[in-house]
C-alpha cells in the first residue's frame, strides 16, 4: 500500500480516512476478506504447520552460548605474539558463529514445514491480525513487494560442469583461440559454422557406448532435438546436406556432454572444440598428414609445454582382435576396453575383458602380446615386420602400409619427431574406420591428459547421403578447455600465482581540476591510431590513485596531461616498467609510444614475428 502513498495508521478504517482513495481502500479490504474467508481453512491449515516455526521465531535464532575456539594459553599459540593469537582465535569465532547462525536458519527452515519464508511473513500477518486496518494493509504489501522482488535470495550457482571465464582468463583463452586460428587459415582452411542442436536422429548411434551422454532437449514443435556431441556428426550433415565436394574447413564452437566433469583436469559438460578437416578425393594418407602436422603446429604455438601424439591405425587394432579370436561383434566393446590402457594396468584391462565382457582369457592374452607394444615410429614397423606378427594379414599389411607411408610425410614436414607408434590407441568412437590418432600432454616421458584428437572417418558422410555415395574425411580437434587449464597453470607458476595481464597499453591521466575533455582528445588519438587506450571514468581523480590503478593493472604506459603541459603543447609519456618519464609534443605522442614498443592492436602477432627475426616489417610491400 506504500506504492499508492498511504500512510500506515491503527486505526480502523472509516469514512473520514483518505478522502477521494476511500472506495479503492474499502475494494482492497472487502478482497482480502473475502480471499481470507475463501482460503481460512488453508490458511489455518498452514498456520497450524507453522505454530512451532511462528513461537520459535520470537526468540533469537542463535543461542547465546559461549563457542569455545580455543586458549591463548593452548600449546599450538607457544611462541606467537599476542596479536597474533588474538587475531586467529577472533577468525575462528566468526567462523564458528557464523556455522551456527546457519544451522539455526535450518533449523527454523525445518520447523517451517518447507515453506518460503515470504509465504510465512503473510500467513503470520494473516493470524495475528484480527482486523484489516491500514498498518495490516502496510505489512502485507510489503510482504508481497518481497516475494515479486524474489524475496531473499539463495546464493547463486552455476550448472554442475561448467564455468564462468574472469576478464584475465578471457585473455588466455582469445590468445589461444587467435593462435589456432592462424594455424587453420595458413593451412587454407575455410571457416563454417553449424546449430549448436541437431535433429537426435542425426546423432544417435554415431558414438557407440559413448551415445549415453549425449543431451536430448525436450520435444519441441514436433521434433526430437539434442545438443551436438562434437563437431565432426554435424559436419558430415553439412557435407550431405550443402552437397560440398572438396573442402578443407576448420569450425571453433562449443559442445555438449553429460559426462562425469572433473574441473581440476579441464574436463566439463559444456567446453569448446576447435576442429580441422579434410573431406573429398585426394592422394593416399596425404589429408591424413596434414590433419596431423597441424596438430603438432597449434600444440607446438601454444604454451603448454612438452606434448607427443600417439599414432595407430583402426583396421590394425581391428586385425588384432580377429587373429586374437575375438567374435566380431564384440570388437567395439572390447576396444573400448584396450583404450582404457592409458590409465589403466593391463591387469586391470584383462578383468574387465574377461568377467565383464565375457572374453575368453587365451583371447585376452593374445591382445596383450600386442597392444603392449609402443614407441617411435620407425622402430615399431621394424619390429613388427621383422616379427612378422601379422603374418599375411592381408588388411593389417594395409594399415601398416598407410601408417608408413604417412610417416614418410611427417619426416618430410619436420613432424615425426611428435609421434609415438601406439597399438594401444583405439579412439572410442564408432564412425573412425582408417588412422587415429591423440594428442596427449607430456611431463618428462609421462602422460598427463589427453588434449585433441581425431582419426579418418570414410564412411560417416555417406550415414546422411544417397545409397553408394562415399565422401572421405579425415580431422583432428584441439580441446581448447584442457589447453588452457595447462596454460593458466603455466602463467599463474611463472607470475607467482597470478595471471593478470594489461587489458590496455596506455592510461591517459591529468593533473589539476577539469581535464576530462583533454583526456579524451588525447585518447582518441589514440585510439585513431589503434592504440589500446583509455581514461578516468571520474571525475578529477587524483594523480597518486590513476597510477596505482595502472601498476595495479600491469599497465605498462600512462600519459599525463596538466595545464602546464597543455600549454606548451606537450604531455608526459610515463615508461612503468622502466620507471622512466618524457615530455613529448602532443603531435609526436603515437610516434613516441611505438618507438617505445607499444603494438597496435591485432599486430602483437606481426611484431613478435618481426621480434624474432622471421622478418622485417618495414621490408613488406604494404
Known amino acids: 500500500m506504500k506504492r499508492m502513498g498511504m500512510e500506515s495508521t491503527t486505526a480502523p478504517l472509516s469514512s473520514s480516512d483518505c478522502g477521494n482513495w476511500k472506495t479503492a481502500a474499502q475494494s482492497c479490504r472487502e478482497v482480502v476478506l473475502a480471499l481470507k474467508k475463501t482460503y481460512q481453512e488453508e490458511i489455518e491449515k498452514h498456520v497450524e504447520v507453522l505454530r512451532p516455526f511462528l513461537s520459535a521465531s520470537e526468540t533469537p535464532a542463535t543461542a547465546s552460548k559461549e563457542i569455545n575456539v580455543g586458549n591463548p594459553t593452548d600449546p599450538e599459540f607457544a611462541g606467537k605474539p599476542p596479536a597474533t593469537v588474538e587475531k586467529i582465535l577472533k577468525k575462528r569465532r566468526d567462523k564458528a558463529e557464523k556455522a551456527a547462525a546457519k544451522a539455526a536458519a535450518k533449523k527454523q527452515r525445518a520447523a517451517s514445514g518447507g515453506l518460503a519464508d515470504g509465504v510465512v511473513k503473510i500467513l503470520k500477518i494473516l493470524e495475528t491480525r484480527k482486523h484489516l486496518n491500514w498498518e495490516a494493509f502496510g505489512e502485507l504489501g510489503e510482504a508481497v513487494d518481497g516475494l515479486l522482488a524474489g524475496g531473499a535470495q539463495r546464493k547463486p550457482k552455476i550448472a554442475k560442469g561448467t564455468r564462468d571465464y574472469l576478464p584475465d582468463q578471457m585473455m588466455i583463452r582469445d590468445q589461444a583461440f587467435q593462435i589456432i586460428r592462424r594455424v587453420f587459415r595458413r593451412h587454407g582452411a575455410v571457416e563454417i559454422d553449424t546449430p549448436v542442436f541437431e535433429l537426435k536422429e542425426t546423432l544417435t548411434g554415431k558414438y557407440g557406448e559413448d551415445s549415453k551422454l549425449i543431451y536430448n532437449l525436450a520435444d519441441q514443435g514436433g521434433e526430437l532435438l539434442a545438443l551436438r556431441y562434437d563437431l565432426t556428426v554435424p559436419l558430415a550433415r553439412f557435407l550431405a546436406l550443402n552437397s560440398v565436394g572438396n573442402i578443407k574447413r576448420f569450425h571453433i564452437g562449443k559442445v555438449y556432454r553429460r559426462d562425469q566433469p572433473a574441473l581440476a583436469r579441464g574436463r566439463y559438460r559444456e567446453f569448446y572444440q576447435c576442429d580441422f578437416d579434410i573431406a573429398g578425393l585426394y592422394g593416399r594418407m596425404v589429408p591424413d598428414a596434414e590433419c596431423v602436422a597441424v596438430a603438432c603446429e597449434i600444440l607446438n604455438s601454444l604454451p603448454i609445454g612438452d606434448f607427443g601424439l600417439k599414432v595407430n591405425h583402426r583396421k590394425l587394432l581391428d586385425s588384432i582382435l580377429e587373429i586374437s579370436g575375438v567374435p566380431s561383434d564384440k570388437f567395439r566393446t572390447i576396444c573400448s576396453a584396450v583404450d582404457k590402457l592409458d590409465k589403466e594396468p593391463w591387469e586391470n584391462v ?36 621383422s616379427s612378422n606378427a601379422f603374418g599375411d594379414h592381408k588388411v593389417a599389411c594395409n594399415a601398416l602400409e598407410d601408417l608408413d607411408i604417412m610417416f614418410g610425410y611427417l619426416e618430410a614436414m619436420g613432424k615425426l619427431k611428435y609421434i609415438s607408434f601406439d597399438l594401444s590407441l583405439a579412439r572410442g568412437l564408432d564412425y573412425y574406420t582408417g588412422v587415429i590418432y591423440e594428442a596427449v600432454c607430456m611431463s618428462g616421458n609421462t602422460q598427463v591428459g589427453s588434449i585433441g584428437g581425431g582419426g579418418r572417418y570414410d564412411n560417416l558422410v555417406s550415414m546422411f547421403q544417397d545409397a553408394g555415395k562415399v565422401t572421405p574425411c579425415v580431422g583432428v580437434s584441439v580441446g581448447i578447455e584442457r589447453v588452457f587449464t595447462l596454460i593458466e597453470a603455466r602463467l599463474r607458476e611463472k607470475q607467482g600465482g597470478s595471471i593478470k595481464q594489461p587489458n590496455v597499453k596506455v592510461l591517459v591521466a591529468s593533473t589539476g581540476q577539469n581535464m576530462t575533455v583533454e583526456c579524451m582528445k588525447i585518447a582518441q588519438r589514440l585510439w585513431d591510431a589503434n592504440i589500446s587506450a583509455e581514461f578516468s571514468q571520474k571525475e578529477n581523480p587524483k594523480l597518486k590513485f590513476e597510477l596505482r590503478d595502472a601498476l595495479d593493472r600491469v599497465i605498462p604506459f600512462m600519459v599525463i596531461v596538466g595545464e602546464s603541459e597543455l600549454a606548451e603543447g606537450k604531455v608526459l609519456v610515463k615508461d612503468l616498467a622502466a620507471a622512466k618519464e618524457d615530455k613529448v609534443l602532443l603531435d609526436e605522442l603515437v610516434e613516441a609510444l611505438f618507438k617505445k614498443g607499444v603494438v597496435p592492436v591485432g599486430c602483437e602477432f606481426a611484431a613478435e614475428m618481426a621480434k624474432e627475426g622471421k622478418y622485417c616489417l618495414s621490408s613488406l610491400n604494404i
Open 350 to 385: 584383462r578383468k574387465e575383458m574377461v568377467e565383464e565382457k565375457g572374453l575368453d582369457g587365451a583371447a585376452a592374452d593374445r591382445i596383450g602380446k600386442f597392444v603392449l607394444l609402443n614407441g617411435e615410429p620407425r622402430e615399431m614397423m621394424k619390429q613388427l615386420r
